[in-house]
Nanobody, 128 residues
């Protein structure tokens, strides 16, 4: 059974960069598409970025397009999300999630909350 653990969150200044990690356990993790999502206080969870199981396709939300990059390391069973030029509005709890169905992972604007596996989240706070 796949499980996900996020890390890398913290308190950063506007304009800084941050790399989040999502470590997957289980022999089948490599077959899963993985997405990053975030939930800001008082707002619904939203899609941020996703990478397919083969690392051949990537999707980004408009809000992070051009200043974020997602990639995966199969050997380390980890999916990374690097975000540059962080803004106050990037403040949120960031979650990674995995599912065998790519279309479900990248579903927008409403996040599919029934994705097969979710991590516990990591908090990113961007201060002025």
């Amino acid at each position: 059974q796949v499980q996900l653990i996020e890390s890398g969150g913290g308190l950063v200044r506007t304009g800084a960069s941050l790399t989040l990690s999502c470590v997957g356990s289980g022999e089948t993790f490599r077959m899963y598409n993985v997405g990053w999502f975030r939930e800001a206080p008082g707002k619904e969870r939203e899609f941020v970025a996703a990478i397919d199981w083969y690392a051949d396709d990537r999707e980004y939300a408009d809000s992070v397009q051009g200043r974020s990059y997602i990639w995966r390391d199969a050997a380390q069973k980890t999916v990374y999300l690097k975000m540059n030029i962080l803004k106050i509005e990037d403040t949120a709890v960031y979650y990674c999630a995995a599912d065998l169905n790519w279309e479900r992972v990248i579903a927008r604007p409403k996040v599919d909350m029934k994705l097969e596996v979710w991590g516990q989240g990591t908090l990113v706070t961007v201060s002025p």
